[in-house]
């Protein structure tokens, strides 16, 4: 068994070499040509028949976040543009770009995937029968820095809690005991492609 750690912008002489390849949160230039190269390098770097098992941020729970944000200042302020302006200062709107799928808060610039954006960056580097789930990660204010999805929106009835959503999520697709999933747990994408065998 071999073991290699390395730049994914930089995988030269190591083509065919691997029969899995795994990165989480990774692939995170904000530059889509450097995205599409590291791709495509983990897919040359592939035996035919290989594995890539991918963890991508995914921007879908920012656009959910928001969606709940505006619901909650929508019932407080009773004003729609009062309550737009109030989301996007909430949500830090000026910070994120949704078009690209970018966040940089003019420090680092990171990239988050839509679903549709990681299959088609896959299969545009090669990558075959690419499956694609959601991984739940616990966070809390302090650990990541910006507001969570607000509570009162699931005390008003507007969503179910987000806990026991990840439960019902886990059963159904885990065979075996149950971890609970704590309030306010983050999405992120969980992404498998095979290479084709020749």
Known sequence: ??????????????????????????????????????????HD????????TSIFPAMEPVLYQAMLIHEEELQETGVRKRALARTRRRIERGKFNFELGLYDDGKLAQKFYYDFEIRYRLRRAGFRWVRQGKVFYPWDAERI?????PRRAAHM?????????AREELKS???????????????CQRTSAWREEK
């Open 157 to 165: 009835g507007l969503v179910r809690d987000r806990q026991t959503a």
């Open 145 to 149: 820095g910006y507001e969570l999805v």
């Open 1 to 42: 068994m071999r073991f290699l750690r390395r730049d994914l912008r930089d995988l030269h002489g190591c083509r065919e070499q691997f029969d899995v390849a795994i990165t989480v949160n990774a692939v995170l230039s904000p530059d889509a040509r450097e995205v599409n190269d590291i791709l495509r390098g983990i």
């Open 45 to 52: 770097s592939l035996r035919a028949g290989g594995r890539l």
């Open 173 to 187: 697709r885990e065979p075996g005991p149950r971890r609970g999933i704590p309030h306010g747990a983050e999405v």
